[in-house]
């Protein structure tokens, strides 16, 4: 049973590393889902997601947003800030949409 465990992590170790350019340090700060924090190292988002507090990518950080993702700040006054380096991969068939509550001073919704 030791055998087959250790041969899956070998293999999922590979996979992990064949497919995405990581390295072993990086691989904590993935795992980190909640989008609501200080990004200190490297941070992919894949998925549409909710932010409901601010959000500060540090210097020497870097935060991608692969295309099609939605991202939606659940108050206008919450802020993306960024401090190191912002990839944004949005792309005309599949843009990155950021949303925030509607008010009169300012846009609701910005595609990049």
Not at 18 to 33: E, R
Not at 75 to 81: E, G, H, I
């Amino acid at each position: 049973m030791k055998r087959i465990n250790r041969q899956l992590f070998v293999v999922f170790l590979i996979f992990t590393f064949t497919v995405s350019p990581l390295s072993l340090t990086n691989i904590a700060t993935l795992l980190q889902v909640d989008a609501s924090q200080e990004i200190t190292g490297y941070q992919e988002w894949n998925q549409s997601l909710t932010i409901d507090s601010d959000v500060t990518v540090a210097a020497g950080a870097t935060l991608v947003i692969n295309k099609g993702v939605n991202v939606s700040f659940t108050q206008k006054w919450l802020n993306l800030y960024v401090y190191g380096t912002l990839i944004v991969k949005g792309t005309g068939s599949a843009p990155v949409a950021v949303t925030h509550p509607k008010s009169n001073d300012c846009p609701s919704r910005f595609i990049i």
